[in-house]
Nanobody
């Protein structure tokens, strides 16, 4: 199983980025997916999650209304659209996958089986 994130970069506060995570080596439509982030000196934290068919989503309070998670099962890809970025959004962003039934997802990073290598997002003030 391989998860590969892309789309990170440096952006000014108020700007937008779209992260992608391409998966291979798994039956993508059977997996719930999550985005997590980790800033220097901090623990990994939940950002967003989506169920296997995209019908259920959940967001951390800190990103609700600004970030949108989506998936394209035909392309084996999950996305994170990030708008109105703030300096406190600066972190390495990771996608993760876990096989799970319809309508379910996890916000606990320890429940996920597979992880990407991460992509850096830096937001300047």
């Amino acid at each position: 199983v391989q998860l590969v994130e892309s789309g990170g970069g440096l952006v000014q506060a108020g700007g937008s980025l779209r992260l992608s995570c391409a998966a291979s080596g798994l039956t993508f439509s059977m997996y719930a997916l999550g985005w997590f982030r980790q800033a220097p000196g901090k623990e990994r934290e939940f950002v967003a999650a989506i169920s296997r068919n995209g019908g259920s989503t959940r967001y951390a309070d800190s990103v609700k209304g600004r970030f949108t998670i989506s998936r394209d099962n035909a392309k084996n890809t999950v996305y994170l659209q990030m708008n109105s970025l703030k300096p406190e959004d600066t972190a390495v962003y990771y996608c993760a996958a876990v096989p799970l039934g319809y309508g379910y997802y996890y916000s606990d990073y320890q429940r996920y089986d597979y992880w990407g290598q991460g992509t850096q997002v830096s937001v300047s003030s």
